[in-house]
């Protein structure tokens, strides 16, 4: 087979995959995820340099000396972790219906 002729069935089988109900639903499903995960990463992450550069809300002490400028750093990590975690476990989700999509079109 040549190239031209594999890159076009390549190409329609690319097309009738992207435009199949299966895969919209997949990209709708991830969009529900990832897009209010990641504006809610944002808004955390950020919310520490705007809160300490023009507000003085994080430097009361929460315990002995320790300020909430340093509790709300920690809790980034944990964020982080937490976010990775969740989005993992969602990922194997989104494998199992990328398999059924192939599955349905003879894709290995």
């Known amino acids: 087979m040549e190239a031209k002729e594999i890159n076009k069935s390549f190409e329609n089988d690319y ?55 340093w509790v709300f750093a920690f809790l980034q990590f944990i964020m982080t972790w937490g976010l990775c975690m969740l989005y993992s476990k969602k990922a194997t989700k989104f494998d199992e219906i990328t398999k059924q999509i192939k599955s349905e079109r003879g894709i290995n």
């Open 15 to 69: 097309s009738s995959i992207v435009q199949s109900s299966s895969f919209q639903a997949l990209l709708s499903e991830k969009k529900k995820f990832i897009i209010p995960f990641t504006i809610f990463f944002f808004c955390f992450y950020f919310a520490l340099p705007i809160l300490t550069s023009y507000s003085t809300v994080l430097n009361s002490k929460f315990i002995g000396d320790i300020t909430w400028a």
